[in-house]
């Protein structure tokens, strides 16, 4: 029991450290913005350059000129990376993106010390769990908190998964909608708003993203990024081959309806395709429950009547 508490402890100031170093590392970067801005107004300010030199100079040991500013650096540019991941993959899930970073490390800290206490838990409450040797243990620490770390990641691909499931049942019926209004003089922009107030009701997904993509066609000067950000957005199949044939049909003046057109015939195809695909792999899907289910009621009604004879025969022969 010592030696599992002072694991535990252990366990806990390793945690206290890598929070402090983070905090120290977040402190720094805000500090070294407040300088770059100072420097920037005060040379903005008609100062000599000789101040805006001195100013720009700051007295660092060897061991932060060399080696702190580089891993601050490496710092801040993952940082930066992977605050914008998490707020496209935010967007691919349909919820706001603002504040993504923010969000997903609150909950990855939650997660942390809940499964930090879940295992202090099964140490205190469960013996056979805090007898096992000291490697079983880390070992079992070691997977709570990678489950604790991938949880919300896991939870996310999950409500993306579902949310393209959603966006593509509806999407041939959407493809439908825009060659008509194509045909009838619409342009792109107006064609997305109106499929978008036709499909509100069924398909809320399909409609926020052609609304948001009819809002970045009317405001971003470069049609091809809103497009794109369409297909960062509903990163699927169908959804990229859009996206493409759209840009090139922008790019090249063709008319919009024969490229929608084409394509809608193209996502039917597929999707006859992928429906008979599907059919295809019934008959291996249904071998497991044929054996389960009407094998035990065959073998009953086939030697139910010799059982019964046997057992007639034996006791009243």
């Not at 024969?258 to 008979?276: A, C, G, P, V």
Request: hydrophobic share 50%; proline share 3%; with cysteine.
């Amino acid at each position: 029991m010592a030696s599992s508490l002072l694991t535990l402890e252990t366990m806990m100031a390793m945690l206290v450290i890598g929070t402090l170093v983070m905090i120290y590392f977040y402190i720094e970067n805000v500090k070294e913005q407040k300088a770059f801005w100072e420097r920037i107004v005060r040379v903005k300010g008609k100062t000599s350059l000789m101040e805006a030199r001195l100013l720009s100079l700051r007295t660092q040991t060897w061991l932060s000129k060399f080696y702190l500013s580089n891993l601050k650096n490496l710092l801040r540019q993952t940082s930066a990376d992977t605050a914008k991941r998490y707020r496209l993959r935010f967007q691919q899930a349909g919820w706001n993106p603002q504040d993504a970073p923010l969000i997903v490390s609150i909950v990855n800290i939650g997660l942390i010390f809940l499964g930090f206490f879940f295992y202090l838990s099964l140490m205190i409450h469960i013996k056979s769990i805090a007898a096992l040797p000291f490697l079983l243990k880390i070992a079992i620490f070691s997977m709570i908190i990678f489950t604790a770390l991938r949880g919300f990641e896991y939870f996310m691909d999950f409500m993306i998964h579902k949310r393209y499931d959603r966006i593509q049942g509806g999407f041939s019926y959407a493809i439908d909608l825009m060659i008509i209004c194509t045909r009838s003089g619409f342009g792109l922009e107006r064609s997305l708003e109106k499929i978008a107030e036709e499909i509100s009701k069924y398909n809320p997904d399909l409609c926020k993203e052609f609304t948001q993509t009819a809002i970045e066609l009317t405001i971003i000067p470069e049609r091809n990024i809103a497009l794109r950000n369409l297909a960062q957005r509903v990163n699927i199949p169908v959804v990229q081959i859009l996206v493409s044939g759209l840009i090139q049909a922008e790019e090249q003046g063709a008319p919009l309806s024969n490229t929608l057109r084409m394509m809608s015939i193209e996502f039917s195809k597929q999707k006859m395709l992928d429906i008979e695909a599907k059919a295809s792999k019934l008959p291996a899907l249904l071998t497991l429950p044929l054996v389960l289910f009407l094998l035990p009621a065959m073998m009953v009604v086939l030697l139910g009547p010799a059982v019964a004879n046997l057992i007639k025969g034996h006791y009243f022969g």
